[in-house]
């Protein structure tokens, strides 16, 4: 069971990213997926959520308007478009999966290797 975040990178103030999670050993289908970010000396911040057979999206308020979660179960893949990007969003990217948005937000079962992503002029 691994996920994988990538997708990260160096990107100008104003500007965008997209993450992608990708899942390898189970089917994403069955789980939700949450995305959080970690910037150096502060605590870990849940950004994101989108559950799995309901439409229930979740968004912090410091990313609502900016950041839209999605994901392909085709692809066994979750997706966070990242738009008008601020220096104060460095940060490492993870993604993690659980059974529902509530439970990811909170204790995740499995979580994913982090990407850098830099704001930056």
């Known amino acids: 069971v691994q996920l994988q975040a990538s997708g990260g990178g160096l990107v100008q103030p104003g500007g965008s990213l997209r993450l992608s999670c990708a899942a390898s050993?189970?089917?994403?289908?069955?789980?939700?997926i949450g995305w959080f970010r970690q910037a150096p000396g502060k605590e870990r911040e849940g950004l994101s959520c989108?559950?799995?057979?309901?439409?229930?999206?979740y968004y912090a308020d410091s990313v609502k308007g900016r950041f839209t979660i999605s994901r392909d179960d085709a692809k066994n893949t979750a997706y966070l478009q990242m738009n008008s990007l601020k220096p104060d969003d460095t940060a490492v990217y993870y993604c993690?999966?659980?059974?529902?948005?509530?439970?990811?937000?909170?204790?995740?079962?499995?979580w994913g290797q982090g990407t850098q992503v830099t704001v930056s002029s």
């Open positions: 989108i559950n799995s057979r309901d439409p229930g999206i």
């Open positions: 050993g189970f089917t994403l289908d069955y789980y939700a």
């Open positions: 993690a999966s659980g059974n529902g948005c509530y439970d990811v937000m909170r204790r995740p079962d499995y």
